[in-house]
């Protein structure tokens, strides 16, 4: 077993912040499990062979493993000296999760999750996926277990993001398109929940952000952490000390819980969650429910959503297929309310100015969802000290987005 | 808090050695003139308790029929406003036939828990089922249901084991909704036995009437059932019946009526047979 990186236990203990969430899922009054009756058998057991698995050291050491030879872990922190000198700030660190298999952060889960899978004996898993790299990450793992992988996608998402979908079935997924509602993530989700309501006996649903019933945001972001802790270890390593603030983008909010976690009890690290404005939170046109939603119940928990007087869920907009849902994991719901985190908004133009910053300085292409971080990065580094650290969780790569880049261009490939 | 409706008419049913037919339509789908003709239809037709669906945006646990009586509903403006001024129109003419709101949580809780109780106790509404809002979730919700003199009706289902059973039992009020698959709405057919064995477990735990829903298609289907429960739940099929007259009034309510009585007829039949 690789000891230079994730020998940490998945969940770390001994303060109120880290340690929740509660038994029953709550991080204060958001998360719980929301769901039908049918499904509240089939979460108490995922909850039990989880608990069960994660202090199991033989899981752990496989776990570690595939991370190691598979993913490709520990992902380089890497000093971005070019683009630091240009902004003329602080030093910014870019967290290469995009150097992943699979080009994402997604893989780190998937892998967790389907390892449990097996554990239960599930030969099917199904996903529900928006940008599709949720949906390739768990195809992936799927055709490296041999199990059977079903992915319900929005059929508008399924236009946008062709290149993902026609991987996902190379890799012997089924890709299911969803035509209900406004035919994205959400209605992807839910597609997901009614078929895993339907085939609970032989299926496992592989959620794929730190959202959905409980356990699935304490499970899904204790497999993110390994972000966070190699982070950690890696800034102390080559600058010496910890980052002043870290940055990253929030959909559902699984690659900033993953960096964030392991920064919870260290007071003085500024942690960033960076949501999708859109064309602008004033135009409504945004996916931004921590910024300008309100609390409510969707997908099995309780959180910020964008939803209407009546409660009904709203449409979200952004450039960014992976941003563009209208509710966010509980755990950045409870970190916003509780003051530990902050949350801002960066738009859809704003984020494609920093996918063409970081290429042209770089030579990194980013993922659209990453490129919001970015952008937020653009906009602090000039405000702080050249002694200063800022890191930037790069959750993906770009190259899945080039399509959505050109055409916003008006060029035609 | 006088009598409910719904345990009235329960022990109406008792009384009559009949079994209850529970009908459930979405509100507002295709309009609201529509859902209150059909509300009225069904009762002509046999129907003893009126389930009326508020529409959400994210219906997870329903499958294809349902959602789109949801989206029709919510293209039309429904709001879970309008459905409790639907209630106030339906008890201008009847002041019996129990009315159970179900849906999901989340209008529900955007309105306010308390505001939502008042409002629907003040227009006649009798009972609440709140598809994702298990008892585990439910303490603050359930008080305001109590305090309005709402039933709190919940669902169990064939993955609830004893000790769920027993939890939900302890908290449910008017009668229990036995989820005869495990599925969607108008999804898969039930096995008769597994039902019949799951209905000795609840009954061994509430004296309160047991309702079956989820894949009731047909008269047939609500025959077979009716022995085993005190009620019988359908859904979809009138749902469909809806969907497929297409937004006109008279042929809607007589469709209704018309699949109404023959579930009516057939739960009698098997009753006295």
């Known amino acids: 077993m690789n000891a230079t990186h994730n020998s940490a236990p998945l969940a770390d203990g001994g303060n109120a912040l880290t340690e929740l969430p509660d038994s029953r899922g709550h991080f204060g009054p958001y998360g719980g499990k929301f769901v039908s009756e049918t499904l509240m058998g089939p979460l108490a057991a995922l909850d039990a062979a989880y608990q069960r698995h994660r202090i199991d050291p033989e899981f752990q050491a496989e776990l570690d493993h595939d991370l190691t030879h598979y993913v490709g872990r520990p992902s380089p922190l890497y000093f971005a000296e070019r683009w630091s000198r240009e902004l ?83 890799l012997g997924a089924e890709v299911t398109p969803v035509y209900s509602g406004s035919k994205t993530l959400k209605d992807a989700l839910n597609e997901a929940l009614r078929d895993w309501v339907s085939n609970v006996d032989d299926t496992f649903y592989i959620i794929g952000t730190v959202a959905g019933p409980h356990p699935y945001p304490m499970m899904v972001r204790d ?49 960033i969650g960076v949501e999708a404005a859109g064309d602008g939170i004033e135009t409504g046109r945004h996916s931004a429910p921590l910024n300008a939603g309100a609390p409510g119940v969707l997908h099995g928990n309780r959180t910020y959503l964008m939803q209407d007087d009546d409660g009904q869920i709203i449409e979200t907009h952004s450039v960014s297929a992976g941003l563009d849902y209208p509710g966010v994991g509980p755990e950045h719901a409870w970190l916003k309310d509780s003051g530990r985190a902050r949350y801002v908004a960066i738009t859809d133009t704003e984020a494609l100015d920093a996918f063409r910053a970081l290429t042209l300085t770089e030579g990194i292409m ?22 200063q650290i800022l890191v930037v969780n790069l959750s993906g790569r770009g190259d899945k987005d080039i399509p959505t880049v050109a055409a916003r261009a008006g060029i035609s490939l | 808090m006088t009598t409910s409706r719904i345990k009235q ?106 505001e939502f109780s008042r409002q629907a106790a003040a227009v006649g509404v009798d009972g609440v089922l709140t598809v994702d809002l298990p008892p585990e979730e439910a303490a603050s919700c359930h008080a305001e249901f109590e305090r309005a003199g709402l039933d709190h009706i919940y669902l169990l289902a064939p993955t609830s084991d004893a000790t769920r059973i027993r939890a939900v039992c302890e908290r449910a009020s008017g009668f229990v909704y036995y989820v005869s698959v495990k599925g969607v709405t108008g999804g898969k057919t039930f096995a ?21 829903g989820f894949g009731v298609k047909s008269a047939a289907t609500a025959a077979a059932l009716a022995p085993l429960c005190d009620a019988v739940i359908v859904g979809s099929a009138l749902v469909e019946i809806i969907e497929q007259n297409q937004g006109s009034i008279a042929a809607t309510a007589q469709a209704l009526e018309g699949f109404a009585a023959g579930l009516r007829s057939a739960l009698d039949a098997c009753h006295t047979a």
């Open chain 2, 9 to 114: 008419r329960f022990a109406d049913l008792r009384q009559h050695d009949r079994k209850g037919l529970v009908t459930f339509i979405t509100a507002g789908d295709p309009t609201p003139e529509i859902t209150l003709a059909g509300m009225h239809a069904l009762v002509r037709g046999g129907a003893d308790i009126i389930e009326l669906g508020v529409p959400f945006s994210d219906p997870m646990a329903d499958g294809p029929i349902i959602q789109r009586a949801s989206e029709r509903a919510l293209d039309g403006g429904m709001t879970l406003r309008k459905v409790l001024a639907l209630v106030t129109a339906f008890r201008a003419t009847d002041q019996t036939t129990p009315v159970v709101l179900m849906g999901y949580l989340n209008p529900i809780e955007r309105m306010g828990y308390t």
């Open chain 1, 223 to 271: 497999f993110q952490a390994i972000i966070g802790r190699e982070t950690r270890r890696q800034c102390l390593a080559q600058a010496g000390r910890l980052p002043d603030t870290i940055v990253a983008c929030v959909g559902g909010g699984s690659n900033a819980m993953g960096i964030f976690y392991p920064f919870l009890t260290d007071a003085n690290v500024e942690l």
């Open chain 1, 88 to 170: 003329g700030g602080a030093q910014i660190y870019l967290k290469r999760e995009d150097l992943n298999h699979t080009g994402a952060h997604k893989i780190n889960n998937t892998v967790g999750q389907a390892l449990l899978a097996r554990r239960m004996n599930k030969a099917r898993v199904i996903a529900e996926t928006g940008a599709g790299q949720h949906g390739v990450a768990t195809a992936t793992v799927a055709a490296r277990f041999g199990m059977q992988c079903r992915v319900y996608m929005g059929a508008s998402d399924i236009q946008r993001q062709s290149i993902n979908v026609f991987r996902m079935k190379l």
């Open chain 2, 192 to 212: 008769t036995d597994e039902v019949a064995a799951k209905i000795g477990e609840i009954r061994a735990a509430t004296s309160l009437p047991v309702g079956v």
């Open chain 1, 366 to 387: 980013p993922a659209l969802e990453s490129s919001h971080a970015l952008a937020y990065a653009a906009k602090l580094a000039p405000r702080m000290r050249p002694n």
